[in-house]
């Protein structure tokens, strides 16, 4: 079965940059998307930014100039570069992926912003 990993949460001061890893395993066949949601308490999850398999990018317009997304060279693991972090950028962030053709969630990173 195939599994999402996510790592780098953690504290940070406003105006700080973290680095969000989703690492993909089991038997892979096809990734046809790789994306970012964030939930804060009391909050609906949104979307932060998504990545198709045509390389075509989504992105919430709160977090568009400062996060970047990417991809290592296997393939098989996604980055989301945050900058210029804000308060409000505070929440767990969950990858999310479609693999041959299911989709997928991990279990989540928190991200703390203080301002």
């Known amino acids: 079965q195939v599994q999402l990993v996510e790592s780098g949460g953690g504290l940070v001061q406003a105006g700080g940059s973290l680095r969000l890893s989703c690492a993909a395993s089991g038997r892979i066949f096809n990734i046809n998307a790789m994306g970012w949601y964030r939930q804060a308490p009391g909050n609906q999850r949104e979307l932060v930014t998504r990545?198709?398999?045509?390389?075509?990018?989504t992105w919430t317009d709160s977090v568009k100039g400062r996060f970047t997304i990417s991809r290592d060279n296997a393939k098989n693991t996604v980055y989301l570069q945050m900058n210029s972090l804000k308060p409000e950028d505070t929440a767990v962030y969950y990858c999310?992926?479609?693999?041959?053709?299911?989709?997928?969630w991990g279990k989540g990173t928190l991200v703390t912003v203080s301002s």
């Open positions: 999310n992926a479609v693999i041959n053709g299911g989709n997928y």
């Open positions: 990545i198709t398999s045509d390389d075509r990018t």
